[in-house]
């Protein structure tokens, strides 16, 4: 067989060889794929579709309780988003507070406070929730608080929220109601 035919084979095998090894070892630093192979998913993030909702936690949030002088008997609650996503307060709708430490329930919520939407807050968006610390007539009863339980969702622990300026504000457990979030100050306060 002549010199010329055997080198000619030799270099075809050759490059036969590379070319079905190198797709192979693409595949197995991640450099390529095979046809028909799955593919990996990116590792980067997707934007939510319409549908997804976050449900607020407290480590997207910060809280904030004062007393205010009118009306009179009532405490405000801010929630404040500062996390860089969406989240909403569908799952549970206004705020588990334990307003002392001998209160068997949560405090019962205005239903009529409902606004009837679920309440999203946005990036740096705030919410709202007031708190009747007493009855009408009742504000010599109770105790005075300078912080309370809230939680955000039902068989959780609540966290402690102090309140920001002023003197400890009187509260009675038993006749205590909140409402439901809001997404404005006045429409909180007119409980």
Known sequence: MPYAATTGRSIAAVTLIAAAVLPLTGCHHGGGS??????????????????????????????????????????????????????????????????????????????????????TLAPDATAYAAVTTAADGASGRGERISQFGVALAPHTAPGQVGLDSGPPVRVNPRTARVTYWQSRREAALKW
Not at 57 to 76: I, Q, S
Not at 86 to 108: E, K, M, N, W
């Open 34 to 119: 095979r046809p028909g192979a799955p593919t990996r998913p990116s590792a980067a993030p997707r934007p939510p579709a319409p549908g997804d909702r976050t449900a607020c936690t407290p480590e997207m949030l910060r809280f904030h309780a004062r007393g205010v002088r009118h009306p009179a008997h009532r405490m405000l609650l801010t929630v404040t988003n500062y996390s860089d996503r969406p989240c909403d307060f569908a799952a549970q709708p206004y705020p588990l507070l334990r307003l002392g430490p001998g209160q068997r329930a949560v405090t019962p919520a205005i239903g009529p406070s409902d606004p009837g939407t679920v309440i």
